[in-house]
């Protein structure tokens, strides 16, 4: 599904579709002073290959930093996405509605109104389904509203539509984690991921390449490392407390999605989390290496855990698996 595509503009299509088009996703994550870029080729036969992945400064605005690298990473031949920031949408979870699936966006705008701070006329909606057990007699079917700005879209799509860059779709982080997760399925069992930004730890549940729940936890990636063992403790009680209740309702909502393991963000080693939660949990705990599960030669840079853990996001972005634009 492409988030928020109802909203993009026309794609240049000469621009787009040029000679050579590249196959696969090209993800471009702007961040404070720096953009990074990473494009991902996936292959039904072998592990999805990462070709390219670079941060480059900001120089000027976002639309002069992208239209230099248009030009210098001739942008044009690639499909491309982007991540919105965890502060510019919401996800709400419903029951879904009883009306026919070409209804359904409708009916959520609906539902999610009155959960909105400003009106829903200034909102953009897109719908995620949460599939159910097919052998369960009966279960309650649920869906997640994800709700943005009108303005806030328009903001992160007028710096490329400026610069020329072809964007073909907006992403969120808690899916591009989804896609990292996906890689470390097993069987038919799921997978709990504990990722940390600066201001938030993000705690998903996925099997089947499907989410089923999101968490936010209240601890900031520096908070891991606080030089007071006494205050570090509580954060990870808090994490540990979090994570535990999590696989609780999981296990209690989804009882057909036995979650395997609880993949952790590469981390300093002597934060001390894993080893921390591992004593703490009834699942496995293990820290991700993407060079488990991807092609890492064109991009050898990250065989460094820190480098996994400074792209893991943008990285995600680009492991799109569906074909939204022939190519």
């Known amino acids: 599904m492409v988030y928020f595509d109802g909203y993009l503009p026309a794609l240049d299509e000469p621009m787009l579709f040029s000679r050579r088009p590249q196959p696969g996703w090209l993800a471009i994550d702007m961040r404070f002073g720096h953009v990074d870029i990473v494009h991902a080729r996936c292959s039904a036969d072998h592990k999805p290959e ?54 359904v966006k409708a009916a959520m705008r609906w539902r999610v109104k009155d959960a909105l701070d400003y009106p829903i006329e200034a909102a953009i909606v897109e719908v995620l389904d949460i599939p159910v057990d097919r052998a369960a007699l009966t279960q309650t079917h649920a869906l997640y509203a994800i709700s943005a700005r009108t303005s806030t879209i328009e903001t992160c799509i007028k710096p490329f539509t400026d610069a020329h860059v072809p964007l073909a779709a907006i992403d969120i982080p808690d899916l591009a984690q989804r896609n990292i997760a996906a890689l470390f399925e097993a069987d038919v069992r799921g997978v709990a991921m504990l990722v940390f930004e600066e201001g938030e730890g993000v705690l998903t549940f996925s099997s089947g390449g499907e989410l089923y729940l999101v968490r936010r936890i209240e601890v900031a990636y520096s908070q891991l490392n606080d030089p007071n063992e ?49 004593a703490n949990l009834y699942i496995p705990v293990e820290t991700i290496d993407l060079a488990q599960v991807l092609d890492l030669h064109e991009a050898p840079a990250l065989a460094d855990p820190a480098v996994q853990a400074r792209y893991l996001a943008t990285i995600g972005a680009a492991l799109r698996n569906e074909e939204a634009v022939p190519s």
């Open 50 to 103: 990462i070709a390219f992945c670079e941060s480059f400064p900001k120089e000027g605005s976002e639309a002069d930093t992208l239209a230099r690298l248009r030009k210098e990473l001739r942008l044009g031949r690639y499909r491309c996405t982007t991540l919105l920031k965890s502060e510019h949408y919401q996800m709400h979870q419903f029951e879904a509605p009883n009306v026919p699936p070409a209804e």
């Open 230 to 278: 006494a205050t570090r403790q509580r954060h990870f009680e808090r994490i540990a407390l979090e994570v535990q209740r999590s696989l609780d309702h999981v296990d209690s909502q989804y009882h057909h999605v036995p979650i395997a393991r609880l993949m952790l963000m590469p981390l300093p080693q002597e934060v001390g989390l894993q080893e921390f939660l591992a």
